[in-house]
Nanobody
Framework: QVQLVESGGGLVQPGGSLRLSCAASESIFSFNAMGWYRQAPGKERELVAVITRLGRTNYGEPVKGRFTISRDNAENTVSLQMNSLKPEDTAVYYC?????????WGQGTPVTVSS
């Protein structure tokens, strides 16, 4: 059973930065892609960023230019550097691992952007 464990969430002031990390229980190279999604209260879960096995990235429009996704195949981790945070970035952030036959989700880590 694949396990994904997110960390790094917390409370940050507007304009600040946070770095989220997702640790996988097996080689992330075995997945087609890894991604971050978020879900704010009362809203649907949305794409934040995805990175493929070959390192191609894709970002949701609200975070383009502010967030950066990266992967460390040796450490089996995927990170999300979040800069210039806004109150509307407040949400629970989830890690996702993509495979042809099944996708896996982490438990989520909450991020609150507030003064």
């Amino acid at each position: 059973q694949v396990q994904l464990v997110e960390s790094g969430g917390g409370l940050v002031q507007p304009g600040g930065s946070l770095r989220l990390s997702c640790a996988a229980s097996e080689s992330i190279f075995s997945f087609n892609a890894m991604g971050w999604y978020r879900q704010a209260p009362g809203k649907e879960r949305e794409l934040v960023a995805v990175i493929t096995r070959l390192g191609r990235t894709n970002y949701g429009e609200p975070v383009k230019g502010r967030f950066t996704i990266s992967r460390d195949n040796a450490e089996n981790t995927v990170s999300l550097q979040m800069n210039s945070l806004k109150p509307e970035d407040t949400a629970v952030y989830y890690c996702k691992a993509f495979r042809n036959e099944y996708n896996y989700w982490g438990q989520g880590t909450p991020v609150t952007v507030s003064s």
